[in-house]
């Protein structure tokens, strides 16, 4: 679908996803910057006050840097709002949100029509993370304006579907806005999403191992160490199931091939937890597709990087249409 201002002057089709504790002002800004949709949950604004000093912060930048470069103007910020009961400050954030009419919200665990309704009085988009296809109907109905499909392989709370399978059901009775999550680290996994149906490509992990991110150097390397096989998906550390780096689970003592299996009521997104380790400070988050992280780098550099080889995926990909059809 033709994508609505000011999301059609995107650099690359790429939302970086929100990062428990990783996502800051920093790393929202250099994404923006360098013409991708960078977004941050509101609850890593602590204590709630500081909701609106970041938000304040990104705004000006992203309009000294308009100002600066009329040519190539920022790409447009996301928050993302955890809608469950357990979060406290939901109302309080969203009023901040509102005060700074933030142009995307990322909704979570819960689709709420009186949330949908708030961030379109500001003239806001909202797009609501699904794992199922009924989760995704239920949004919709709820009033999302799009949705973002978390498939196998994502990082943090991610689903158990194939992304073939979960886009096909989707795309079967929708048409408005879609970000394909699911192991997206490289520019041919970008195109595949397109080629998928979606709008867009969701990409959490390799922005966990850049420069501005707020990851401690141990988990920036252990991304850049990692491959996929170093994924464990489990539901004990905050009570719904994730994908979590090995080496972080042995070192908190625990073993990553007998984890118990937890209470789902134990919801605990803030400190993490159903065992003394606290996800997401020493139990790390990562998807599947780390393999394709070599380094840490820059924003700017990561996603200079992915611009080439989502160019030159495309480039082949035509190459080969031409020679099916000749």
């Not at 595949?192 to 966990?208: K, R, S, V």
Request: net charge negative.
């Amino acid at each position: 679908m033709s994508l609505p201002a000011p999301f059609d002057r995107l650099r690359l089709p790429v939302i970086g996803s929100p990062l428990f504790i990783v996502s800051g002002p920093e790393l929202v800004i250099a994404q923006c910057k360098a013409g991708i949709i960078g977004s941050f949950p509101a609850l890593n604004a602590r204590p709630s006050g500081v909701l609106d000093e970041w938000l304040h912060q990104i705004t000006e930048e992203l309009a000294a840097h308009n100002r600066d470069n009329p040519d190539r103007p920022a790409a447009p910020y996301a928050v993302n709002q955890i809608v469950h009961k357990s979060n406290n400050r939901l109302e309080e954030d969203m009023e901040v949100c509102a005060k700074w009419q933030v142009p995307l919200t990322i909704t979570s665990l819960g689709a709420r029509e009186d949330i949908n309704n708030a961030v379109h009085a500001w003239g806001g988009i909202v797009l609501h993370d699904v794992i199922t296809d009924r989760f995704a109907r239920k949004a919709i109905e709820k009033g999302a304006d799009g949705l973002i499909p978390v498939a196998a392989g994502a990082g943090g709370h991610a689903g158990t579907l194939s992304p073939f399978a979960l886009m096909q059901e989707i795309r079967e009775w929708f048409d408005g806005l879609i970000a394909l999550s699911g192991s997206i680290a490289c520019g041919r996994s970008i195109l595949a999403a397109q080629a998928m149906g979606a709008d867009f490509a969701y990409i959490g992990t390799p922005w966990i191992a850049t420069k501005e991110a707020r990851a401690v150097d141990g988990y920036k390397n252990a991304i850049v160490e990692g491959r996929a096989d170093d994924i464990v998906y489990s539901n004990l550390f905050t009570g719904v199931h994730g994908n979590y780096l090995r080496p972080s689970i042995v070192a908190a003592g625990l073993d990553p091939d007998n984890l118990p299996e937890s209470d789902p009521s134990a919801m605990n997104f803030g400190s993490g937890g159903n065992t003394e380790a606290k996800a997401w400070k020493d139990i790390w988050g990562s998807g599947q597709g780390i393999g394709a992280v070599k380094a840490v780098e820059s924003v700017a550099d990561r996603v200079d990087r992915l611009e080439v080889e989502y160019n030159q995926a495309r480039t082949e990909l035509a190459a080969k249409a031409r020679m099916t059809l000749a």
